[in-house]
């Protein structure tokens, strides 16, 4: 074969294995997506999809945000019980323990437990229980829950609703028409005036202007004459000094520290606060839940038991 020839055959045999190895199209990688050129993926091409994170919950919806009220349970409705309405003052706020203490009318103080099933009232507005303030007036609808004070219902007093006072007689001067008490939640003593139209109540009957002498424990209601004094329309005498009480019902609290107990009436289903007379013992028997029959003198400022009975069923 001729030089020319051999050459001729030998560039002809490289041409065609270099045609054999070239790729009639660019390869496509793991990364990289074949499109068309109008911008469509061509059929059977492979499109890249970044990894996604690994998902242990396929099913659960990311958007979906748990409400923590929803996971407690509903509160069991107040017990269907006779109501107590029970005055004062607040004397303190524990939102730890959820209950108020309230420095009742009269003397004395009671812890009040209370939850999100007490309705609060200010104004006649509902409001919340974090709406109290310590010294503020109250009036609370309780009941027994066990052996404790549930409030059901807080009723706030309102500046606006003046005209009734509680406290202890600490001057009376039926000929000049005054009268000068000490008020449980007034830092000083409350003067009214009195006139032939007040009225004078004992319990539920009417009673002698003379009735009424100084130490007694009473309840006021009077109204503004217009000259910056207050008119006396009715004063009901709760106790007299000296005088003898008797309660019957249930103890629902009881501090030997102090000697109080707070009985809860089976007459007339009010509350009243006692206190022991520290030359007594107190009985083994007493607790709070027993039943009791108390002899109470009334000393001008609260109760005092004389002696305490306790029913045999409660031992």
Same mark, same amino acid.
């Given at each position: 074969m001729s030089s020319w020839a051999k050459f001729a055959f030998g560039g002809l045999l490289l041409g065609s294995v %270099?045609? *054999?190895?070239?790729? /009639?199209?660019?390869?496509?990688?793991?990364?990289? !997506?074949?499109?068309?050129?109008?911008?469509?993926?061509?059929?059977?091409?492979?499109?890249?999809?970044?990894?996604?994170?690994?998902?242990?919950s396929p099913d659960v919806d990311v958007n979906?945000?748990?409400?923590?009220?929803?996971?407690?349970p509903d509160l069991p409705p107040v017990p269907r019980a006779k109501a107590t309405l029970i005055g004062g003052t607040v004397e303190r706020m524990d939102h730890v323990r959820d209950?108020?203490?309230?420095?009742?009318?009269?003397?004395?103080?009671?812890?009040?437990?209370?939850?999100?099933?007490?309705?609060?009232?200010?104004?006649?507005?509902?409001?919340?229980?974090?709406?109290?303030?310590?010294?503020?007036?109250?009036?609370?609808?309780?009941?027994?829950?066990?052996?404790?004070?549930?409030?059901?219902?807080?009723?706030?007093?309102? %500046?606006? *609703?003046?005209?009734? /006072?509680?406290?202890?007689?600490?001057?009376?001067? !039926?000929?000049?028409g005054e009268l000068t008490l000490r008020d449980s939640i007034s830092p000083t003593p409350v003067h009214v005036r009195i006139n032939s139209s007040t009225r004078f109540l004992q319990g539920d009957r009417a009673v002698s202007p003379t009735t009424l002498s100084e130490g007694s424990l009473v309840a006021v209601k009077f109204g503004s004459q217009g000259d910056g004094?207050?008119?006396?329309?009715e004063i009901t005498i709760l106790a007299l000094p000296g005088t003898q009480y008797t309660f019957a019902g249930q103890v629902t609290h009881i501090d030997l520290r102090t000697g109080?107990?707070?009985?809860?009436?089976?007459?007339?289903r009010k509350t009243y606060e006692v206190y022991l007379d520290p030359s007594a013992a107190p009985d083994d028997n007493l607790h709070a839940g027993a039943e009791v029959t108390v002899l109470t003198n009334f000393d001008g400022s609260r109760y005092v038991a004389r002696n305490v009975a306790i029913n045999s069923q409660s031992q």
């Open positions: %270099a045609w *054999a190895q070239a790729p /009639s199209e660019p390869a496509a990688s793991a990364a990289t !997506s074949i499109v068309s050129p109008e911008g469509s993926p061509t059929e059977g091409s492979i499109k890249h999809v970044p990894a996604a994170a690994p998902d242990n979906i945000v748990a409400d923590p009220a929803g996971l407690l209950q108020v203490t309230v420095r009742v009318f009269g003397g004395g103080r009671m812890n009040v437990l209370f939850d999100p099933r007490t309705h609060v009232y200010r104004g006649g507005k509902e409001t919340t229980i974090a709406d109290l303030k310590v010294g503020e007036r109250i009036y609370l609808d309780t009941i027994l829950d066990g052996n404790t004070v549930f409030a059901r219902t807080v009723r706030v007093k309102t %500046a606006q *609703a003046l005209g009734e /006072s509680q406290g202890v007689v600490l001057k009376y001067r !039926s000929d000049r004094h207050d008119l006396a329309q109080l107990l707070v009985i809860h009436s089976s007459t007339d």
